[in-house]
Nanobody, 121 residues
Framework: QVQLVESGGGLVQPGGSLRLSCAASGSIFRANNMGWYRQAPGKERELVAAITSYGIPIYADSLKGRFTISRDNAKNTVYLQINSLKPEDTAVYYC???????????????WGQGTQVTVSS
């Protein structure tokens, strides 16, 4: 069993930055690929970024450049830094453990509860 707890979301103005955190427990964190997904109102959940157990980042092609994923195995935590936020980044951001397949296209079985990011002036 894996428990994932996200934090760091909030209301931010366009152009601002946020760093989301996901603290994991209940498994060997360092052995798992980790991913950040987001779901905007009325849209399907989509992969934002993932990081393999070896620390190799994977980004959605449409989102490259403003997102940076990282992990700290000593803290069992994965981070998502988002810069130059846009209103279209407004969504609930979810942490996921255990993604697989090419470019982590298949989410793992474990999800956090999500953290809301709202970009608005």
């Amino acid at each position: 069993q894996v428990q994932l707890v996200e934090s760091g979301g909030g209301l931010v103005q366009p152009g601002g930055s946020l760093r989301l955190s996901c603290a994991a427990s209940g498994s060997i964190f360092r052995a798992n690929n980790m991913g950040w997904y987001r779901q905007a109102p009325g849209k399907e959940r989509e992969l934002v970024a993932a990081i393999t157990s070896y620390g190799i980042p994977i980004y959605a092609d449409s989102l490259k450049g403003r997102f940076t994923i990282s992990r700290d195995n000593a803290k069992n935590t994965v981070y998502l830094q988002i810069n130059s936020l846009k209103p279209e980044d407004t969504a609930v951001y979810y942490c996921n453990s255990g993604c697989s397949a090419y470019r982590c296209s298949r989410p793992g079985d474990y999800w956090g509860q999500g953290t809301q990011v709202t970009v608005s002036s």
